[in-house]
């Protein structure tokens, strides 16, 4: 057997983050009465959801801190409203956050392809994302009791892509390299970092996107198609 370790991204591998995340915007667009600007929630939406993702791009390259994201996210939207306070804002994302905790929605096949590789594999959770909710995420969606360890980049000190997380995931998790492979969906974060890790990689490539720079290890376009490989 090649691999002993699997280290496993949370967020749209197996939590359906796109999803649960925009149930929850909408929530927070009703109850916070953002149609008093927006002309409808998908209107909000569009508008949030790339600038989101451009903070996200710009924490895992380490030009913004985690404050900075939790702070622009909202107050980009909010602004408009008359709402930019950093408390007032702040209090929006913690809200966010809490109920994204109890969201439960799962990438398709996510628990089939646990069950598969836990009796097989040492199986690790390896995120980005912050460290007063992903517990909860994993505890309430029925994922924790698959994983050994949960190593997140708050952990680190540093975000996927930089090799010093993998490098200290190795570590703390007693892996060796060359037994250990990284699964994930986000090229930039899970698949280009473990390359320069010197780690396999799988690529959940559901929409078939084309890879740049290498060619990954091994990439499917399901989780259940993991199956097939190990």
């Known amino acids: 057997?090649?691999?002993?370790?699997?280290?496993?991204?949370?967020?749209?591998?197996?939590?359906?983050?796109y999803h649960n995340n925009k149930e929850c915007l909408e929530e927070l667009y009703i109850d916070y009465q953002f149609n008093r600007h927006y002309k409808s929630f998908e209107a909000f939406f569009e508008i949030y959801m790339p600038h989101n993702l451009d903070l996200w791009a710009k924490y895992r390259r380490?030009?913004?801190?985690?404050?900075?994201?939790?702070?622009?996210?909202?107050?980009y939207v909010t602004?408009?409203?008359?709402?930019?306070?950093?408390?007032?804002?702040?209090?929006?994302?913690?809200?966010?956050?809490?109920?994204?905790?109890?969201?439960?929605r799962l990438v398709p096949g996510a628990i089939e392809i646990l069950e598969?590789?836990?009796p097989t594999y040492r199986l690790f959770i390896l995120s980005n994302r912050f460290r007063e909710v992903q517990s909860?995420?994993?505890?309430?969606?029925?994922?924790?009791?698959?994983?050994?360890?949960?190593?997140?980049?708050?952990d680190a000190g540093i975000q996927k892509p930089?090799?010093?997380?993998?490098?200290?995931?190795?570590?703390?998790?007693?892996?060796?390299r060359r037994e250990t492979l990284m699964i994930g969906d986000s090229w930039e974060a899970d698949i280009v970092g473990a390359h320069d890790s010197k780690i396999d990689q799988l690529w959940l490539n559901p929409e078939e996107l084309s890879p740049q720079e290498f060619t990954p290890t091994y990439t499917v376009h399901s989780l259940v198609e993991i199956k097939n490989i190990l």
């Not at 007032?88 to 809200?95: A, E, S």
């Not at 909860?136 to 708050?154: A, H, P, T």
């Not at 930089?162 to 060796?176: G, M, V, Y």
Request: glycine share 2%; charged share 30%; hydrophobic share 35%.
């Open 79 to 104: 602004r408009p409203l008359g709402i930019e306070d950093p408390a007032t804002v702040l209090k929006i994302n913690q809200d966010f956050l809490q109920r994204t905790t109890t969201k439960t």
């Open 136 to 154: 909860k995420k994993l505890e309430n969606s029925g994922l924790s009791s698959y994983f050994e360890r949960m190593i997140l980049s708050e």
């Open 116 to 118: 598969y590789l836990r």
């Open 1 to 17: 057997m090649k691999y002993k370790n699997l280290f496993i991204d949370l967020d749209d591998t197996l939590w359906d983050t």
């Open 162 to 176: 930089h090799k010093e997380i993998f490098d200290f995931a190795l570590k703390n998790t007693n892996s060796r």
């Open 62 to 75: 380490n030009e913004i801190n985690k404050q900075t994201l939790i702070l622009e996210r909202f107050r």
